[in-house]
Nanobody
């Protein structure tokens, strides 16, 4: 069956970096757009970044700080997050345009 398993979340100080990974299985990975969303407490889930076969797009709030990439040989999508800010604190979800959601991984940015 389809699975999306996120990893790499955790706690980091402001200005730090984290790399999230999302390992996919159960579908033809290369055929679908892959995205990262996030949801902070009390807020709606929002799109962070999306990667297709030929393009990448980002939310304005993360442009220049986050990079999304995919490795079709490993069926994995990544989100490199640099210069993290407290407002980046959220649960980050991997999404495949099947559609299917991962379970999420917590990212906390604080002193």
């Amino acid at each position: 069956q389809v699975q999306l398993v996120e990893s790499g979340g955790g706690w980091v100080q402001p200005g730090g970096s984290l790399r999230l990974s999302c390992a996919a299985s159960g579908f033809t990975f290369s055929r679908y757009a892959l995205s990262w969303y996030r949801q902070a407490p009390g807020k709606e889930r929002e799109l962070v970044a999306v990667v297709t076969g030929s393009s990448r797009n980002y939310a304005d709030s993360v442009k220049g700080r986050f990079t999304i990439s995919r490795d079709n040989a490993k069926n994995t999508v990544y989100l490199q997050m640099n210069s993290l800010k407290p407002e980046d604190t959220a649960v980050y979800y991997c999404y495949a345009s099947i559609p299917y959601w991962g379970q999420g991984t917590q990212v906390t940015v604080s002193l």
